[in-house]
């Protein structure tokens, strides 16, 4: 049986949250595969081409692991749409951001990010506390002084893209499962993906019927 293991990271490098701690993890489980949450497209071939592209943790830690180990590095996330996933997106981080319970909530995140690492990426804890920031979110719309219908259809359009990349992945990695033989695979997500991705791949595992085990790191 084929056995993805779910990899929680962030995507940036900060304190114990870097591509050193992240490759000691890959290193221990040994993949012959790792999925990657990007789209096949020009900028993704490029971090693989470009010395002087910006490479994301992950991105760092497949090229430290590449030098010594073979490996298949998969992207399998859908293509960009850049409205929704990065307009939208920085307007509500930096509207989030005017307010102290949000601010708390970064505080709290990046506080244990940096000190544990993968370990909190990967825990109940920080699951927990994302639940918290979505809720924050929600409040803040609606406490908002700004048109509420509208806030709530840009916020709901932004989540409605994030649900549809999430399928796209798991549809990705098991079309891939089908037709290639391999025992273990790494799946690099960031965090905040985490419990809905849990949610949904029941739901598409029994549509396309492979012989997966889907492990989620440090459970």
Request: glycine letters at 2%; aromatic letters at 14%.
């Amino acid at each position: 049986m084929k056995n993805v293991i779910i990899i929680s990271t962030e995507h940036k490098e900060s304190g114990k949250c870097n591509s050193d701690e992240l490759l000691k993890i890959v290193e221990s489980i040994k993949p012959e595969v790792i999925f990657e949450e990007q789209p096949d497209d020009d900028k993704y071939r490029d971090y693989y081409s470009n010395q002087q592209s910006f490479r994301s943790l992950e991105v760092q830690t497949i090229i430290k692991y590449k030098q010594n180990y073979e490996i298949v590095n998969i992207p399998v996330d859908k293509p960009i749409n850049e409205y929704v996933s990065l307009y939208l997106l920085s307007r509500f981080a930096n509207m989030f951001k005017q307010y102290e319970d949000y601010k708390d909530w970064i505080r709290e995140h990046c506080f244990l990010r940096d000190k544990d690492g993968f370990a909190f990426l990967n825990s109940k804890e920080c699951s927990e506390l994302n639940k918290k920031k979505i809720l924050l979110e929600k409040q803040i719309i609606s406490n908002s002084g700004f048109v509420q219908n509208d806030l709530n259809s840009l916020y709901n359009q932004f989540h409605h893209e994030v649900d549809l990349r999430e399928i796209a992945m798991i549809e990705n990695i098991l079309k891939f499962c089908q037709s290639r033989k391999f025992n273990r695979a790494i799946f690099f997500l960031g965090y905040s993906h985490r419990e809905s991705i849990r949610s949904k791949i029941p739901k598409y595992e029994l549509l396309k019927s492979p012989q997966i085990e889907w492990t989620f790191y440090n459970e």
